[in-house]
């Protein structure tokens, strides 16, 4: 499997991600993010046109379009914010595999990529969190594999908030 996870962002893969968010039932409440989305692309008229800049905002908000074999199969947002004086958390807000790619692997494959990633890129980066339902539980096992625990005091309704650090 030829995964690479690309921060190089074209209207068409905003464009895809948006159709995502309004689709997905757990994503909807967050009509801002769909806001944000639609206003990146609204004026855009060539699909391929680059977006990265109106995007990325490192080291605070981070985009990775997830491509297998040169096919855009889903995408992961983070974002860092101070641990202490001496370091960052990294937070992934979400991971998403489109519907149609779904059940090949390619979440557990992206989340060991962009760990990776995230340590090296932000040296400084004191632990990664990922909040989940434990329902899911894909993502649970996958995250548990990688060596989060889950803090259950941190339990907000139905979603918990996993860590693993550096």
């Not at 008229?45 to 800049?53: A, C, F, G, Q, R």
């Not at 434990?134 to 907000?156: C, P, Q, S, W, Y």
Request: net charge negative.
């Amino acid at each position: 499997m030829n995964m690479e996870l690309r921060t190089k962002i074209h209207a068409e893969e905003v464009a895809r991600m948006l159709e995502y968010w309004i689709k997905e039932p757990a994503l909807q409440k967050h009509e801002e993010h769909c806001e944000w989305l639609e206003d990146t692309i609204f004026h855009v008229k060539d699909p391929m046109t680059d977006v990265t800049s109106k995007l990325q905002l490192p080291p605070d908000y981070l985009f990775y379009m997830i491509y297998v074999s040169n096919k855009h199969v889903g995408f992961v947002e983070a974002f860092s914010r101070p641990f202490d004086f001496h370091g960052l958390s990294i937070d992934i807000t979400s991971i998403c595999i489109f519907k149609e790619f779904r059940g090949k692997g390619y979440v557990r494959q992206a989340l060991q990529m962009l760990i990776a990633q995230l340590f090296d890129t932000f040296s400084n980066a004191r632990h990664i969190s990922c909040q989940t339902s434990l329902d899911n539980k894909a993502m649970v096992k996958h995250l548990r594999e990688l060596g989060f625990v889950v803090k259950e005091t941190t339990k907000i309704g139905e979603i918990f908030l996993f860590e693993r650090e550096k």
